[in-house]
Structures are given as structure tokens and as C-alpha cells.
């Protein structure tokens, strides 16, 4: 059954398409945990139009992983609309995402991501063209605008250009990650558009599904750091309850993704890919300094997993 954005089942769990964090292997992952949609890092228009192997590389995903979005970003309609064209058919997600709400300075510098929302109408040719150019679902996530809140006719245009849903994470650009998120004005968005309205920013706990959930009445949530040294937040909103893995099942669920982080880069570069993951879920751990002092250093993956099973 293909994927749609209006047939799934609501609230809907996404895992947020993070720069050098969303790979397969931690995708997979968090599908394992009850994550209903994944989304890839950041993939840049021009790095497929100009042949960059590793732009490819970063596409690959495994089947269970579906249903995977593919999220994209550019500033020339023409170019976006070709390196759509080339992701249907050589890569073959479930849809295509465009980021208008990246606020990386080396991203919305060169007019990509939030820098978008400076610009509407150069944005809704971009998601024209897009639409013209794949027939897969195709979805857009934004911010609340540059400095203020001034997407209310936007969503509107985008909904009419055929977009089948929104990410809105409740910032501006301008705020980046600072600043309590605006949730409100994500239920201010849901009321003027049909189209899945997804919620993002700051969720991080049970309490945060269900907060941003009775505040903006959203179809979906999408997940980012949240999720970090946490993928388990997925199962523990699905059932509702706090979900406390003992040091013991964290250090599985460490060794899954690095068995599966080596089997798509090899041991070399899985190690390195890997150890910011070391990091993130030895937070709170005895002996956590020391672990994660040592699984900096090695390049052994024997090594890594003596160290991490050591008791």
C-alpha cells in the first residue's frame, strides 16, 4: 500500500530530519521503537545535481525503515524540480520533503531553508515546481516565519499549490532554538489548511506529546533532539507511560545501532559515526566519563563493545 499523508492513522510520530544525526541505522531504530514516518538528513539539491556520490550516500535507506521521506533543499526551482525527479526514480521513498525552515547560517545565507520564508513567492515556485515534477507525497517544513509569525497566507498558497502536508516547528528563524516554542500559533496554522498539519519543537517527554498535542491540536508530532540518547521517547508516548530502561537494555539498544552503523559505513567510519551517539545515551551512566573517554579514542569495534559491556 503506498504512502499517504491523509491515510495514516492520527497522532502520527515522525523522527525529524537532522544533519549528521538521521542516518539509516538510527532511523532504523527509531522505527523499532514506534516512530511512524522517518525523514532523512538534509539533502541538498545541488550536491545531486552536480553528482555528489556522497549526497547519494546519504539517501540509501533499508526497507523497514519505510515509510521514509527524503527532505531536500534548495533555491532554484528548476534545480530542486530535477533533483526531485532523480530522487523517485533512483531512490524511491515514500515522499519528498522541502526544508524552508533550516536556520543554519550556512544554509539560509545562500537563500535555502528559513531564508525562504524571506521570500514567498520565490518559495511557492520552488513548491510548485515540486509538485509538477514527482507524484509522491510531497510535504514542506517550516518555521513561523523569519522574525515574526507571518505564514497565515503562505500555508494557504501551499495548500492550494497540491503540498499534501506541514511541519511547523513554533520559532521564527530568528529565535533558532532559544525561546519557549509558540504552540499556539501551530493551532492558529491547523485551523486555516486541511492538509496534515505536523507539530514541532521541544518535545521531549510524555508531557510534551501530550501538551502540544491539547494546545495545537495537531495530526502529528515530529520528534528531533528529543530523541537523542532517547529513541525510546517514541514507545513512550505510543503507551503512554514513562518507559526507564535499565542501564543494561540501553547498552543493547547502544550495540543494535553501532552493529547496524558498521554494516552501512565498515568499521572505521561507523566507529567515528557513532561516537557522538556514545555521548548522547551514556548521559546519566556510572562510569559514563570513563566510557565515553575511551570509546572516543578506539577504532576497534571489539574494543567498543568490551567497553561498553564491561560491568
Not at 520533503?97 to 518559495?123: T, Y
Request: with cysteine; aromatic share 8%.
Amino acid at each position: 500500500m503506498k504512502f499517504s499523508w491523509d491515510k495514516i492513522q492520527t497522532p502520527f510520530y515522525c523522527l525529524a530530519p537532522m544533519a549528521g544525526v538521521s542516518n539509516s541505522s538510527f532511523r532504523l531504530i527509531c522505527r523499532s521503537f514506534g516512530a511512524d514516518v522517518v525523514f532523512s538528513e538534509m539533502i541538498s539539491a545541488d550536491g545531486i545535481i552536480y553528482g555528489s556520490q556522497k549526497t547519494i550516500e546519504l539517501m540509501k535507506f533499508r526497507p523497514e525503515e519505510r515509510p521514509y521521506i527524503v527532505q531536500i533543499f534548495g533555491n532554484e526551482p528548476i534545480k530542486m524540480a530535477e533533483a526531485i525527479k532523480f530522487i523517485e526514480k533512483n531512490i524511491e521513498p515514500d515522499g519528498i520533503d522541502i526544508n524552508m525552515g533550516c536556520p543554519a547560517k550556512k544554509v539560509s545565507s545562500h537563500g535555502r531553508g528559513a531564508a525562504l520564508l524571506k521570500d514567498f513567492e520565490q518559495a511557492k515556485k520552488i513548491a510548485s515546481t515540486a509538485r509538477r515534477a514527482s507524484k509522491l507525497p510531497l510535504s514542506v517544513k517550516m518555521r513561523l516565519g523569519w522574525e515574526e509569525f507571518e505564514i497565515h497566507e503562505f500555508v494557504k498558497d501551499l495548500e492550494k499549490i497540491g503540498i499534501d502536508a506541514l511541519t511547523i516547528h513554533a520559532r521564527t528563524k530568528v529565535q533558532g532554538f532559544k525561546g519557549n516554542p509558540a504552540w499556539k500559533a501551530i493551532r492558529d496554522v491547523k485551523r486555516l489548511v486541511q492538509v496534515p498539519v505536523i507539530g514541532n519543537g521541544d518535545v521531549t517527554s510524555l508531557e510534551d506529546d501530550k501538551k502540544i498535542r491539547e494546545v495545537t491540536n495537531c495530526d502529528g508530532v515530529m520528534i528531533g533532539r528529543g530523541a537523542l540518547g532517547r529513541p525510546w521517547l517514541f514507545r513512550e508516548i505510543k503507551e503512554e507511560k514513562v518507559v526507564n530502561l535499565s542501564q543494561d537494555e540501553i547498552i543493547a539498544v547502544i550495540v543494535r545501532q553501532l552493529e547496524l552503523t558498521i554494516q552501512e559505513y565498515g568499521s572505521r567510519k561507523g566507529l567515528l559515526e557513532m561516537r557522538k551517539f556514545f555521548s548522547w545515551y551514556l548521559k546519566g551512566f556510572k562510569r559514563a566519563k570513563e566510557m565515553r573517554n575511551k570509546l572516543m579514542q578506539t577504532n576497534s569495534i571489539y574494543e567498543a563493545l568490551n567497553i561498553l559491556q564491561k560491568k
